[in-house]
């Protein structure tokens, strides 16, 4: 059997932020590569939203009250906190600083405002944007969903031009052309980024020093 090589240096868990308007089709993005990459953890934030049909507690959400919510706060519990829309979302500190210092990659799915606080907080994280093809689809894709009215479709739009200008602050931006592509460009970055060599520490470079003669006359007749 072959062994998996140690790797050459160590380095810290990635914080990777996936942040996209609602409708860019960044749910679909997000478990693409989370089938690439099933090591990467994924943060389940806190929110005082009511769960979706299909959504399980503990998975896709921790569905809390304001009054939770507010506790939490107060014992600096969350390592960002944001009010998307009419809600509360945070981001629960502890599980984020244990992948990190475990050397296991992250993933949130968070807003504008949260990816702002991350970076802030967490310099090395990478932030990422997902963006739709144009307005127009992104206009498509929203009706096309069939579950929220005219008003509500019109409100997302609006929210979508303000979320679309931060664009500029982000690390990355992927275009949701094809969900394939998409994924791809994702896990480039993911590849990417685990190789900086900013991030490595103890490094063992020894195995891969040559000795006096090692390379000489290696390359002869090229
Ligand atoms: P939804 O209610 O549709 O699941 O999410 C609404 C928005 O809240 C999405 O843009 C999502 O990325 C964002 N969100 C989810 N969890 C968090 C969080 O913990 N912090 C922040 N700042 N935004 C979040």
């Given at each position: 059997m072959k062994s998996t090589p140690r790797p050459l240096a160590q380095r810290q868990g990635i914080i990777f932020i996936l942040s996209a308007p609602s409708g860019a089709g960044k749910t679909t993005l997000y478990h693409g590569l989370r089938e690439l990459y099933p090591e990467i953890t994924l943060s389940v934030s806190c929110t005082t939203r009511a769960p979706r049909r299909g959504e399980i507690r503990g998975r896709d959400y921790r569905f809390i009250t304001a009054r939770q919510f507010n506790a939490l706060k107060r014992r600096d519990a969350f390592a960002e906190w944001a009010q998307v829309h009419d809600y509360f979302y945070g981001t629960p500190k502890r599980p984020l600083d244990q992948a990190v210092k475990a050397g296991r990659d992250i993933l949130l799915d968070i807003d504008v405002q949260g990816a702002r606080k991350i970076k802030r907080r967490y310099p090395d994280a990478v932030a990422v944007f997902v963006l739709p093809p144009s307005m127009g689809e992104l206009k498509r894709r929203l009706s096309a969903?069939?579950?929220?009215g005219k008003k509500i479709i019109e409100r997302r739009l609006a929210n979508a031009r303000g979320e679309i200008s931060e664009l500029?602050?982000?690390d990355y931006y992927v275009v949701n052309r094809q969900v394939g592509e998409a994924v791809k460009t994702l896990s480039a970055i993911v590849e990417a980024e685990r190789v900086r060599?900013?991030?490595?520490?103890?490094?063992?470079l020894a195995p891969l020093r040559a000795r006096p003669g090692d390379l000489q006359g290696s390359d002869e007749g090229r």
């Open positions: 969903r069939g579950t929220d500029i602050k982000y060599t900013s991030r490595a520490r103890n490094w063992r």
